[in-house]
């Protein structure tokens, strides 16, 4: 695996540090910005909404310059944020600091998977996606925790100076560990980048990523009080619970990533109808500490853990363009955006288990939007046989890469 999609992971970890930062200091913020704890709340929608709505017209206007200097470009535009967070003195400058790093994050989420495609062979681009991924999982994992406490420590303040840091940080090795390309696979012009979207298959595709983030997100936004009031945990047990849920996300993805390249469909489905399974048996076993935990831990094994296949379906369906990589980011959040603001809902209607059954749901319908590929896959196979299958392969080529999607 090239060095360099190491580096852009530890770009995406600081990314996702950034975004999670406010959950685990609002108290903190709320005293030091004079705000109440629901305006902190609106920085974290605030945050979301500018990742899935400005980021695609970012990454839009940073495509005219090579990959790695589109990414420093980002970089830069991202540190000024945090820049601004750490430095605000009152809520409308944070407010405006939260939707300049959303903006920046989502666009570096595009033309970061986006290089990963670019930097790799055909056959391992679901393992360096799920590698870049990483950042991700061990954002969830590590940096909220971290940030947590460095607020707590120091002020709220000295942890986005750390998240700051750390950006300086990835954008050096960025600077020195990751090659420079001059033009991004899949990239064209406008016109061309904007073409690919009139797939009405990609739109399809699109909406399986942002049902399987739905349902995983419309219930890890509320384990918490579903593990203290429904569960029985004590609040001091939670946070390690979560700890091993970011771990099993870890173990996941590298997994999910192993698999990704030739099997993309097949693992989608799998994970669905797990994530279903373990949704529905949350939902009526949430009482019950061991069963609790069991379908929490599969809940993390195959949730976001499917970012791999998701872009490697994305990337077949449209491009590797940096603009197709940052809409789907974009539909992903989405699925954030609508499974916890939905299962909020559903919580005021019928109560804690709730949004756990909205998940199920969710991961029905995003099953649902798989099996038309599933079938197309199988079909022909089965039409055709082993050994027409051999024969239709490329000369020298294994007849298993028929298996890709």
Not at 26 to 52: E, H, W
Not at 172 to 200: C, H, N, W, Y
Not at 226 to 238: K, N, P
Not at 257 to 276: E, I, K, M, S, Y
Request: net charge positive; aromatic share 8%.
């Amino acid at each position: 695996m090239p060095r360099a999609v190491y580096v852009l992971a530890l770009g995406i970890f600081a990314m996702v540090t950034s975004e999670f930062v406010v959950a685990g200091l609002m108290p903190q913020m709320a005293d030091g910005l004079n705000a109440t704890i629901p305006q902190i709340g609106y920085l974290i929608t605030a945050f979301a909404v500018a990742m899935a709505a400005g980021g695609p017209f970012l990454t839009i206007a940073v495509m005219k310059f090579p990959p790695r200097t589109a990414l420093m470009v980002l970089f830069a535009i991202f540190l000024a944020g945090n820049v601004l967070a750490a430095t605000a003195t009152g809520y409308g400058t944070m407010m405006a600091a939260r939707i300049i790093t959303g903006i920046a994050s989502q666009a570096f989420f595009g033309v970061g998977i986006s290089m990963c495609a670019q930097l790799t062979r055909p056959e391992v681009r679901g393992r360096a996606i799920a590698v870049a991924m990483n950042g991700l999982m061990l954002g969830t994992l590590l940096g909220l925790p971290i940030s947590t406490l460095v607020g707590e420590r120091f002020g709220w303040r000295a942890a986005f100076w750390t998240i700051t840091a750390i950006t300086v940080i990835a954008a050096v090795a960025t600077l020195f560990g990751v090659p420079r390309i001059e033009r991004a696979e899949g990239g064209g012009s406008f016109r061309e980048e904007v073409g690919v979207f009139r797939k009405p298959k990609l739109w399809l595709v699109l909406s399986t990523s942002t049902l399987i983030i739905g349902a995983t997100f419309s219930a890890f936004s509320y384990f918490n009080p579903i593990l203290t009031e429904v569960t029985g945990f004590s609040t001091g047990t939670v946070p390690l619970l979560l700890i091993a849920y970011g771990a099993a996300t870890v173990i996941g993805n590298n997994v999910v990533g192993r698999f990704a390249d030739a099997h993309t469909v097949p693992v989608l489905a799998v994970g669905l109808v797990l994530n279903t399974v373990f949704l529905a048996g949350f939902a009526l076993l949430a009482d019950l500490p061991v069963p609790a935990v069991v379908c929490m831990m599969g809940i993390g094994l195959v949730g976001v853990t499917m970012n791999p296949a998701m872009a490697t379906r994305v990337q077949r369906t449209g491009n590797a363009g940096p603009l197709v990589n940052t809409v789907h980011s974009s539909f992903i959040t989405l699925g954030i955006i609508l499974g916890s603001s939905i299962g909020a809902v559903v919580i005021e209607a019928w109560g804690l288990r709730a949004p756990l059954w909205l998940g199920a749901v969710m991961a029905v319908a995003g099953l649902a939007t798989v099996l038309p590929d599933l079938g197309r896959r199988s079909a022909p196979a089965a039409a055709a046989g082993p050994e027409t299958a051999a024969a239709a392969a490329p000369t020298g080529a294994p007849a298993k890469q028929t298996e890709q999607v």
